[in-house]
T-cell receptor, first 115, second 111 residues
Framework: DAGITQSPRYKITETGRQVTLMCHQTWSHSYMFWYRQDLGHGLRLIYYSAAADITDKGEVPDGYVVSRSKTENFPLTLESATRSQTSVYFC??????????????FGPGTRLTVT | DAKTTQPTSMDCAEGRAANLPCNHSTISGNEYVYWYRQIHSQGPQYIIHGLKNNETNEMASLIITEDRKSSTLILPHATLRDTAVYYCIARQSYNFNKFYFGSGTKLNVKP
């Protein structure tokens, strides 16, 4: 199906475990993003990628690792999950910036609980 | 990026126009105004954006004041499916780190 998908949609893991959240888009958008959403903090940018093999930190990158070997995939890994990483994670993509503006398209989200 | 201020919540009758205000009094000349919405448990959805001129698309209209210090998102005929949190964002094109969604306005469309 066309669009942006995330998997899994729900995940429960234990403190200290490694967890990888997957994001896949079919539009060949150059930019991809990972956000987390928590009550009282709104959406906060974790990492973003301008193209394959190009990534950069966002506002809250600590404890997370990303990679982007292919344009369509942008996995987010929590190397050693902590309870503070319990959140809803959204992946997004957008076309290359032209004219000074762009639209972001968001996935359905992954609800992660760390026990 | 300019900080935006929105009312916490608003009510609207189904079929009527919903007018959602946003204040961005510190906006700079190269910052666009974006509107997104988030329906419960879903990812945010792009609605519209503008720089200086009023804009309209199939979803909504965006009215930006001449001094650009405030804007209004208009949903011309609100439906129950428009119940969501609406975010107004003012940002520069390359400031990925500062795409700040804030708390938004919870729009309740009532039958």
């Amino acid at each position: 199906d066309a669009g942006i998908t995330q998997s899994p949609r729900y995940k429960i893991t234990e403190t200290g475990r490694q967890v990888t959240l997957m994001c896949h888009q079919t539009w060949s958008h150059s930019y991809m993003f990972w956000y987390r959403q928590d009550l009282g903090h709104g959406l906060r940018l974790i990492y973003y990628s301008a193209a394959a093999d190009i990534t950069d930190k966002g506002e809250v990158p600590d404890g997370y690792v990303v990679s982007r070997s292919k344009t369509e995939n942008f996995p987010l890994t929590l190397e050693s999950a902590t309870r503070s990483q319990t959140s809803v994670y959204f992946c997004a993509s957008s076309v290359a910036v032209t004219g000074g503006y762009y639209e972001q398209y968001f996935g359905p989200g992954t609800r992660l609980t760390v026990t | 990026d300019a900080k935006t201020t929105q009312p916490t919540s608003m009510d609207c009758a189904e079929g009527r126009a919903a007018n959602l205000p946003c204040n961005h009094s510190t906006i700079s000349g190269n910052e666009y105004v974006y509107w997104y919405r988030q329906i419960h448990s879903q990812g945010p959805q792009y609605i519209i954006h503008g720089l200086k001129n009023n804009e309209t698309n199939e979803m909504a209209s965006l009215i930006i004041t001449e001094d650009r210090k405030s804007s209004t998102l208009i949903l011309p005929h609100a439906t129950l499916r428009d119940t969501a949190v609406y975010y107004c964002i003012a940002r520069q094109s390359y400031n990925f780190n500062k795409f700040y969604f804030g708390s938004g306005t919870k729009l309740n469309v009532k039958p």
